[in-house]
């Protein structure tokens, strides 16, 4: 029996198929099943990853910040232990170690933070009962909703998010609901000196259901329905800073049919910014087209995003979107922009030349939607003011990836953008060719 795939969220992968399977003696299977005692539920999996990632950019932020002198060199290592004592009883631990050396500024929070648990959390399991399964974990933990555009690990960046709290939730053959509340880990550079960040929240419930209208058999694909609660005790905006409450009330619909696949989004908020109301929304879109018999079985991408901004910063009320914890390498993993006050056209060609290596080539043109507010980093800090100008079109990036898979776990990755400044940052500040190269080799075992 082949081994479950290696998952952005390690404790997703299950190795109880070993029970019954004859056990491998190899590195680094004879570590994924190790028996406890005489019960066949009481195991420990074994796992780890080492990252080394080289990063150069030229004209970092398009000028705007330091430049890097020779770049900068990135490492990440992580161990990880999920001791399953019975079918109610789970105990899972990772501990991260990210380095940083070449930043000109000094490593950022997401840059370094030399030792600390990235997950630490308790499952406790009702078990299985007329199909369904009910789950409760509390602890560290990493936390992944939908494709990641309003919860996600930050997979780019060196550090990786993780929240600290309870969720709760319920799985069947063909849905699952969530229900979270938590808050942020805060990101300091030493050894064992995080700590829980009580100045954010986040709580809500998420549903996944699987072909809800397969019964149609017009509608195959499978729908998520959620709805998030977020504060932040300071929140700065172009319009200032303030204590942030939002509501999010948000619907996707995503899957694959035949050659075709899908994802799209919709999502509105509302709350209260200092002594303002919140209004904002987004729309964002992947629809994609795979030529699976062609020769390196090439795949068109096209995606269309708009997310709103804020068009009075003078007055109290706030327009402006907010992806709350976001993907890191939102649009590209230069991560200069993130998803606020914006709309972007974003084409993709995935090929497969062979079953090691793909090639991913991609288009990206990014305006701002309202020309009083600015551009902000996937985080939320302010990259770009709107100043005076009242131009719309603020960049255009170019970026191509090849990615070769030398055996299971191990990858390496290069990657090249070539960010082009159009009318707006032209008019508000730095605005020099941006030139971005990452080299990254991952094993994870």
Known sequence: MEPPPIKKLRFDEDYSYLRTAPRPHCWPYCWKYLPLNNSAAAYLTIGGEVR?????????TYGQDPQDEHGVWLQRYSVLGDFHWSRHLRIFGQLTSALEAGRAEGPSPVDEDKLEWQNAFVDLSAGESDGREATLRLGRQEIVLGS???VDVREGPNVRRTFDGGRGFVTSERWRVDVITARPRLDRRGVFDDKTNNTQALWGIYSVLEKPLRSSGKLPGNLDLYYLGYENEDSTYVQGSAHEDRQS?????WGKTGNWSWNWEVLYQSGRFGRGEISAWTLATESSYQWGDTLWQPRVKISINIASGDDDPDDSDLGTFNPLYPRGN?????AVFGPRNFYNFHTFLYLQPSAALSITTDLNFFWRLETEDGLYSPGGRIVRAPGDSNAHFAATALSLTASYTFCRGLVFTAIHTFGKPEKFLRETGPSEDLNFTELTLLYRF
């Open 52 to 60: 080394q990632r080289y990063e150069y950019t030229n004209n970092p």
């Open 249 to 253: 009330f948000g619907a996707r619909y």
């Open 148 to 150: 990641g555009r309003l």
């Open 330 to 334: 939102y649009f590209s993993e230069a």
